[in-house]
């Protein structure tokens, strides 16, 4: 019989898959040359379906674990590698990588007490932690704030949403062009109007056209919600916080911030005040596998007012019992939409103590300072024009003179190359590669090295 992670016998069974699983990783990223695997979609498929064989064969193979280890690690998009620069998707750190194969050996499941009684008290300690991070410590007067654990910043934006509906009903929502198409979603999904879309001009939300806009939609009091972006997919951009948490104070109008991006700035002094109006908000989406090393999931959405959370309340007779609860087991159940629910906070509680503010905050400082000298480079080459200097980590440009056609050509040909992984973005009406930094031990000489890649891929 197959043995078992957990139990006695647990971590003895596991110590030689964990060198099975280590070696597979070494071996399969031996055979990649770059941050991905080479020959495009149809060769990577091939080479796949030749390690995985039949799915669900009649009699079990005992090597499946280091094979399709090692294949997936052959065929995988290592953000870890310098030259993976396309999209919010970081390296994980290791000691949170180690801290999640702990959750799944452990396997608490965050629906009732009984399930995961020491892991349900670490992940009311570290949200509220976290809440606090977003809103400072509440003064006595208000309830303090909280923060729920999601699967990354598209549930958080439907909570949010949902949140704001269940407290005023008929809500209507107000975002600019630059907002997540998560939120979009979220109003389709919940039964919402279609958003309201103020424009953003220089990629921000403009104030001006939130104030026209507040004023024209003007409704019942609090019926309006209006999402602000900390870190824009695109571009890395901060929506202008303090003057739009000013207007819906003055509209009565609800505040969500969307900081999946932005929100890691938090832990770092030197970058930190890019956030002043975040603690403004309702609500606010922050997600750590984004510029917090997490492995994914790691989101998160912090409340202002714990109080906010109520609609979320929910009973299951065999999970929260009434007199279950009256005699003290905590009632996990109105803290998700999700019923069995992994412990996501314990490779996070792990990162935060393990780093502390001061060495997350310096990882965030090393990824917005590489972003700068990539940034300068760019200017100064006379084969490339920089969008503009970036405000996080994120670094827009393209070849001096390429039509959209060519831009996109050279992003492919890397990807299909497996020599680079750069994203791309539309705007001012033209087509731009992304490079979005998220490895804190990428260096000077890589960026160099990618920039001097995509002059070689570029026709003159
Ligand atoms: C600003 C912003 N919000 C929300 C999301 C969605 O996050 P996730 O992919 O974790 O659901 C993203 C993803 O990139 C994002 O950039």
Request: charged share 20%; glycine share 8%; hydrophobic share 40%.
């Amino acid at each position: 019989m197959s043995p078992l992670a957990s139990g006695p016998q647990g971590p003895t069974t596991l110590r030689p898959l964990l060198t099975t699983v280590l070696d597979a990783l070494t071996a399969g990223a031996a055979t990649r040359d770059g941050p991905l695997p080479a020959g495009g979609p149809t060769e990577v498929a091939a080479r796949l379906r030749e390690a995985l064989g039949d799915p669900l064969p009649d009699h079990g193979d005992e090597d499946a674990l280091r094979t399709l280890v090692q294949a997936l690690a052959a065929g995988a998009a290592d953000p870890a590698d310098p030259l993976c620069t396309a999209h919010l998707h970081c390296p994980p750190l290791a000691v949170a990588t180690a801290a999640d194969l702990a959750a799944s050996v452990l396997n608490p499941s965050l629906d009732s007490w009984d399930q995961a009684p020491a892991a349900s008290e670490l992940e009311a300690l570290v949200t509220r932690a976290l809440a606090a991070e977003v809103y400072g410590e509440t003064d006595q007067a208000r309830s303090a704030g909280d923060a729920l654990v999601t699967t990354g910043g598209t549930e958080s934006n439907q909570l949010a949403l949902l949140l704001a509906r269940e407290h005023h009903g008929h809500t209507q929502l107000v975002c600019a062009e630059n907002a997540h198409h998560s939120l979009r979603r979220a109003t389709w999904l919940l039964g919402l109007p279609e958003p309201v879309t103020v424009p953003a001009p220089a990629g921000t939300m403009d104030p001006a056209a939130l104030g026209e806009a507040l004023t024209a939609l003007q409704g019942p009091r609090g019926s309006l919600l209006v999402a602000a972006t900390a870190g824009t997919t695109d571009a890395g951009l901060i929506d202008p916080l303090p003057d739009i948490a000013a207007l819906c104070e003055a509209h009565g109008a609800r505040l969500h911030i969307d900081a999946a991006y932005g929100g890691g700035l938090l832990f770092s002094a030197r970058h930190r005040s890019k956030l002043d109006g975040l603690a403004r908000a309702h609500t606010v989406t922050l997600d750590l596998h984004k510029l917090g090393w997490q492995p994914i999931a790691a989101g998160l959405l912090a409340v202002r007012d714990r109080h906010d959370l109520a609609p979320l309340g929910h009973h299951a007779d065999y999970l929260n019992a009434d007199d279950d609860t009256e005699a003290g087991l905590p009632d996990l159940l109105g803290r998700s939409l999700r019923t069995t629910r992994r412990p996501d906070i314990l490779k996070i509680a792990v990162t935060l103590k393990t780093l502390g503010r001061t060495g997350l905050g310096a990882l965030v400082d090393r990824v917005c300072e590489r972003a700068a000298e990539f940034a300068e480079l760019i200017d100064r080459h006379p084969r490339f024009e920089l969008h503009d200097r970036p405000t996080i980590s994120t670094v827009l440009f393209r070849p001096t003179d390429a039509t959209d056609d060519t831009v996109a050509a050279v992003r492919r040909t890397l990807l299909t190359e497996g020599r680079a992984v750069l994203g791309r973005a539309r705007l001012d009406d033209r087509l731009w590669l992304k490079a979005t930094l998220l490895n804190p031990h990428t260096g000077a000489d890589d960026l160099a090295a990618l920039l001097k890649l995509v002059e070689g891929h570029t026709p003159r």
